[in-house]
């Protein structure tokens, strides 16, 4: 299947701070990339779907201007929590959209662990 | 409003057992039904996915049921092994670009293999 990393795969941080978390694919382009939030035991929650050279689309709730997504280019969406908080403290985990005939399949990353303390 | 329910939200298996995750919708725009396994730390990895044309699909020893009237399908493991032991989420999506190709999760079953 298609491989998709995250960068890095956990990360510490000081409340007020900003954290940028990495997803790329690695063996196939990516026009659309998608970010989740999984709190412990708990199921994926969308956050955001980001498509290339264009804005990202916010699911309803999440603040647009706290989590910055970016999708640059065809392999690369970076998700920026900005001003982060003990409440942001989660596992954010990115895919990738891979069409294949008949049928789009999402990808996961490993995800990232962000704790702020 | 939760559009994918999924039962139970823990089971336990004896090895060789059989582990059986249902899965319900309410969209019946819904046409790509896939699962996914997902160990503690880690992203979810794709497992096994149907489509609703047809009625059940096998990979080794993983096989998906699917009741289109009933807007129910299943993930039957067969021969459960130890290192089956993780998370499980059904998800629903519809396969059309305006639709956005967005994922809906279940809420995952945690299932664990005793020895």
């Known amino acids: 299947g298609a491989v998709v990393s995250q960068h890095p795969s956990w990360v510490i941080c000081k409340s007020g701070t900003s954290v940028k978390i990495e997803c790329r694919s690695l063996d196939f382009q990516a026009t659309t990339m998608f970010w989740y939030r999984q709190f412990p035991k708990q199921s994926l929650m969308l956050m955001a779907t980001s498509n290339e050279g264009s804005k990202a689309t916010y699911e309803q709730g999440v603040e647009k201007d706290k989590f910055l997504i970016n999708h640059a280019s065809l392999t690369l969406s970076t998700l920026t929590v900005t001003s982060a908080h003990p409440e942001d403290s989660s596992f954010y985990i990115c895919s990738a959209r891979v069409p294949f005939f008949l049928t789009d399949t999402q990808y996961f990353g490993p995800g990232t662990r962000l704790t702020v303390l | 409003q939760q559009q994918v329910k999924q039962s139970p939200q823990s089971l336990i298996v004896q090895k060789g057992g059989i582990s059986i995750i249902n899965c319900a919708y309410e969209?019946?725009?819904?046409?790509?039904f896939p699962w996914y396994q997902q160990f503690p730390g880690k992203g979810p990895a794709l497992l096994i996915a149907?489509?609703?044309?047809?009625s059940e699909k096998k990979e080794g020893r993983f096989t998906i049921s699917f009741n289109k009237s009933a807007k129910q399908f299943s993930l039957h493991i067969m021969d459960s092994q130890p290192g089956d032991s993780a998370t499980y989420f059904c998800a629903a999506s519809i396969q059309i670009k305006a639709a956005g190709n967005k994922l809906t999760f279940g809420g995952g079953t945690r299932v664990l293999v005793k020895p």
């Open positions: 149907i489509r609703p044309d047809v």
């Open positions: 969209n019946t725009a819904f046409d790509y």
